[in-house]
């Protein structure tokens, strides 16, 4: 199988990249940086932006499945002006367009924790119904804390985190959704949706996420 990933350059990206690659996949990586269209046989980087339908055709053509880790992050949101809404959630849309565009039918979208009303929050929402709506085999990941190399901060949180999940009601709840995922707990579970057709069509929060990983 050849899987297109979106966000591949970033912190989470890389990972998956390259748990794809161990984990026997092909893998066509689409990135604004100038890049070779053929690195090797199993990782093809291709130049272009996410929000170009064009570049994106040129990219998940011959692909199987599309896993969507755009994510904006707040300092290019202040330096360009734009919105979540303009890049999460407009990425989304632009992809789910040409899925169609070219037939395929596998998606597994990284969100984030449906954890407050914040403007992140409201719009990740808004890029999951998108997929939702799709009627395309969509598979949606809601970490919240993501731990990894350069992000060890949530670290200290986590056994608070843990024991606040067994208080009971709301507060307990949310506790349970936020706790600590680390990058290639996020990994294996995006390999484990490519590979369980069960898992078309359901959304995964921390609890469940970390289930089966573990």
């Known amino acids: 199988m050849r899987v297109c990933v979106t966000g ?23 990135t604004r940086k100038q890049a070779e269209n053929n690195i090797d046989g199993k990782l093809r980087y291709f130049s272009g932006q996410v929000l170009s339908a064009d570049d994106l055709v040129r990219t998940m053509a011959g692909c199987d499945a599309l896993v969507h880790l755009v994510g904006a992050r707040r300092k290019d949101l202040q330096r360009t002006g734009l919105t979540y809404d303009d890049v999460d959630v407009k990425s989304v849309d632009v992809a789910v367009g040409v899925m169609k565009r070219l037939e395929m039918r596998r998606i597994v979208l990284l969100s984030a924790g449906a954890i407050g009303k914040s403007v992140y929050v409201r719009s990740k929402a808004k890029a999951e119904r998108v997929v939702q709506d799709s009627k395309l085999d969509w598979t949606i990941l809601r970490p919240a804390f993501i731990v990894g190399p350069g992000q060890q901060w949530p670290v200290i949180m986590g056994p608070i985190l843990k024991v606040m999940s067994l208080i009971p009601g709301r507060f307990g709840e949310v506790a349970k959704l936020s706790q600590n995922v680390t990058r290639d707990e996020l990994a294996k579970a995006i390999v484990h949706s490519l590979e369980r057709p069960e898992s078309i069509g359901k959304i995964f929060n921390v609890p469940e996420l970390l289930e089966i990983v573990r």
């Open 8 to 30: 591949s350059t970033g912190f989470v990206g890389r990972g998956v990249v390259r748990y794809l690659l161990n984990a026997g996949y092909d893998v066509n990586a689409i």
